[in-house]
């Protein structure tokens, strides 16, 4: 690359050189106005009359200084001369100072202040910067007064190649459909050059591929890859690594170029019709198989992928279609044979079937290479197996009286071994089916008889399952389901639907009018639309005063009072016993009895009351009466609460004794008492404690009123104390111990 940069720098300064030549010829012939590379900028005097007649007269400057281009990356010993600067009012004397400032003065770009030549000294790239803005300014070299106003101008970097084409987004990966058409467009790469595309071919890029054909092809201007082959199979190979080279310089020799990568992968269309590996796939079974279970699998391989390689099975024919079905297995895309209806060795022993395994979606651009479907047999051979017994029909009905004596035969079941050997059978009822073992079965015949009477009212329906199995045989069984109804006997009596009492008013008026009460019957015996029920009056009441009854001969009967009159107080309840009879066979009857209680109504016949107790209370006392006994007993209580409550706040006796031993006043009687061992007399601690005493009665006389006491008008266990304060007035204590 360094070889190509040296030959391209050494052609620019080649082409500058006489280009410098040419314009120093030039220069020579056009006189002070023009000289090569340098331009005269000058500012000529010239004369204008102002309208008072007056001369103005303006000042002239100028600029002289060579083009200024630089090429980039130059890599030479000395600086780079850039260009010159020169002014007209320079005479060369050395007054002049040039002065350099803007981007890079100083640092990229240096001038000489004596001579105005302009180098650049470090090695510049026109990717990082394409120009320069500087000013230049003429001063006096003595006092840096400006002679010339500032001037700007541009230093521009000239392109080299020097950049080589890049693939920012590479690698790339594209995605093409098999089979597809040549030219069918795959990727757009796109390549960048940092070179000025304006300057010569340093920017124009030109693409090839390197590696990939002859399967892909690439425009060259653009950069888009094509497909260059016919029918690429993805079933043959899926994907493809390509290479294309970018190439500046319009692809010329000498140019710079870059690659990148394209992974290229070919998509699945559905161009492949599915396949069986064998024309006659070969199954069995077993006789004992129920359905629903899995017979076997095969498989139609098809290359293609997702939805395209899905496959569809069905039996197209054969003589299994009602035995057998397919399915598919959607995670392995198998065809799974399975058993639709039971199979029999002893009946037949093979059966064949046709599949077809096809794809439920076909592309249309290749319906032509069809057909996308394939067949093949299935033989499935039946193989013998020890089965239980078979019953001769799925389910039993027996009936059987109910009553009837233990023993009574209800029916009989046939099971038959269905295997070559043809080996006996044996019966038996499971316990779980008959847990009170209202049955027994005999286990050679399979009949089965009652082990007692049955009762249809208890449970109408026995559902039991009877199993048989082979007798030396693989202890397989079979059940099958006995269900047997206990037919009805007239067997229970009639009795009342409803046990509600009647309820009639004192005040009832007797005649057919009045019906206090219609009552019917039920039956527990099953009689159906058949059932009728009659009722009479039992014979102890035919001839009562009080209450008749009329069958209504619709299994109802209709009561009414005959009588007027009744009161609750000599009887309030009256017990009617009816008879019930049915018309079953032998018919039955029964006694029911029908209460009726006698109530307290109103003028309208609104039944008040039906309790005999607020009547009693009446009979006796009036309303008045019984408010003032509540007022004296609410009276008495609120006393007694009082006393009560009086003695509970009470903790001073009533007479404030002194501070006295009340002992010393102690009234002597001529009674001969017990002595100290007569403890019954008294009460010692109730003697030391007054206060405390139970039941004490203090007795208080007025001055001047004599106590009169007597031997016999105290007795034990009463004590007296007597206390004078003074000689107008005594007290007079009696104590009782209870």
């Known amino acids: 690359m360094w070889e190509e940069l040296r030959l391209q720098v050494f052609f620019l300064c080649l082409g500058a050189a006489l280009w410098s030549a040419a314009a120093a010829a030039t220069h020579r012939g056009s006189g002070p106005r023009e000289r090569g590379h340098r331009r005269h900028l ?38 780079v001369l850039v260009g010159r600067l020169h002014s007209d009012v320079d005479s060369g004397n050395g007054n002049i100072k040039y002065i350099l400032s803007g981007e890079g003065a100083g640092t990229i770009f240096v001038i000489d202040d004596k001579t105005g030549n302009i180098h650049a000294t470090k090695t510049l790239d026109r990717e990082e910067q394409a120009q320069y803005t500087l000013t230049a300014q003429a001063v006096a070299r ?240 039946v193989e013998d197996a020890d089965e239980p017994p078979t019953f001769m029909a799925p389910s039993y009905n027996f009936e059987v009286e109910e009553n009837a004596p233990a023993g009574t035969l209800v029916g009989r079941v046939h099971a038959k071994d269905t295997d070559i050997m043809n080996n006996p059978v044996r019966y038996m009822i499971p316990r779980y089916t008959d847990l009170e073992e209202f049955f027994t079965i005999n286990t050679e015949d399979g009949i089965i008889k009652t082990t007692r009477p049955l009762d249809r009212e208890a449970q109408s329906w026995h559902n039991i399952s009877v199993s048989a199995a082979e007798i030396g045989g693989h202890h397989q069984d079979a059940k099958v389901r006995v269900n047997i109804k206990v037919k009805d006997v007239n067997d229970n009596a009639p009795e009342f639907a409803t046990q509600n009492e009647v309820l009639v008013c004192e005040n009832v008026s007797p005649g057919k009018v009045n019906l206090i009460e219609t009552v019917s019957a039920t039956d527990k015996d099953e009689m159906a639309h058949r059932q009728h029920f009659h009722f009479r009056l039992a014979p102890e009441v035919a001839n009562n005063h009080s209450f008749s009854l009329k069958d209504n001969r619709d299994s109802t009967a209709s009561i009414f009072v005959i009588r007027k009159g009744f009161s609750r107080l000599s009887q309030d309840v009256y017990h009617l016993p009816i008879e019930i009879n049915d018309n079953g066979v032998p018919p039955l009857s029964s006694t029911n009895t029908l209460i009726i209680r006698v109530c307290s109504c109103d003028s309208k016949d609104t039944i008040l009351s039906c309790n005999v107790e607020p009547f009693i209370l009446s009979a006796g006392l009036s309303t008045g009466a019984l408010i003032a006994i509540l007022a004296c007993i609410v009276i008495l209580l609120a006393i007694v609460v009082l006393f009560v409550a009086l003695r509970r706040q009470k903790k001073e006796p009533l007479i404030v004794f002194e501070e006295e031993d009340i002992r010393e006043n102690i009234i002597t009687y001529d009674d001969e008492g017990g002595g100290e061992e007569d403890t019954e007399a008294f009460d010692i601690a109730t003697l030391q404690n007054p206060d405390g005493a139970n039941g004490f009665l203090p007795l208080i006389w007025s001055e001047r009123q004599q106590i009169k006491t007597s031997v016999t008008s105290v007795a034990p266990p009463y004590c007296l104390w007597r206390y004078c304060p003074n000689r107008s007035s005594c007290f007079l204590f009696v104590f009782t111990y209870i």
Do not use: C
């Open 142 to 381: 003595d006092t840096n007064k400006p002679l010339e106003p500032p001037s700007e101008f541009i230093v521009k970097v000239q392109d080299i190649n020097d950049n080589p084409p890049e693939f920012l987004h590479g690698p790339y990966y594209a995605r093409v459909a098999e089979m597809s058409n040549v030219g069918t467009s795959v990727i757009k790469v796109t390549a960048t050059d940092a070179d000025d595309p304006t300057y010569g071919n340093s920017a124009r890029l030109v693409y090839s591929i390197l590696q990939g054909q002859p399967y892909f092809s690439v425009e060259p201007q653009t950069g888009i890859i094509r497909t260059a082959l016919p029918n690429m199979d993805r079933e043959a190979r899926q994907e493809y690594d390509v290479v294309i080279q970018a190439k500046d310089m319009g692809g010329h020799m000498g140019g710079l170029s870059g690659t990148t990568q394209v992974k290229i992968t070919l998509t699945d269309v559905n161009d492949n019709p599915p396949k069986f590996a064998q024309g006659v796939y070969a199954m069995a079974v077993s006789e004992d198989k129920v359905p629903g279970e899995e017979v076997g699998r095969l498989k139609a391989r098809d290359p293609d992928l997702a939805e395209n390689g899905l496959v569809d099975y069905r039996i197209l024919e054969g003589d299994g279609m009602n035995f057998f079905e397919i399915t598919k297995d959607s995670e392995t895309q198998e065809a799974v044979v399975k058993l639709k209806k039971p199979v029999d060795f002893e009946t037949k022993r093979s059966y064949t079937l046709k599949v077809e395994a096809s794809n439920p979606h076909v592309d249309p651009r290749f319906a032509t290479w069809g057909p996308y479907k394939d067949t093949t047999i299935v033989k499935i051979s």
């Open 42 to 79: 000058s500012l000529h005097r010239h004369r204008e009359r102002g309208k008072e007649g007056q001369v103005l007269h303006r000042s002239k400057r100028g600029w002289v200084w060579n083009q200024f281009f630089v090429i980039e990356e130059y890599t030479g010993p000395d600086p």
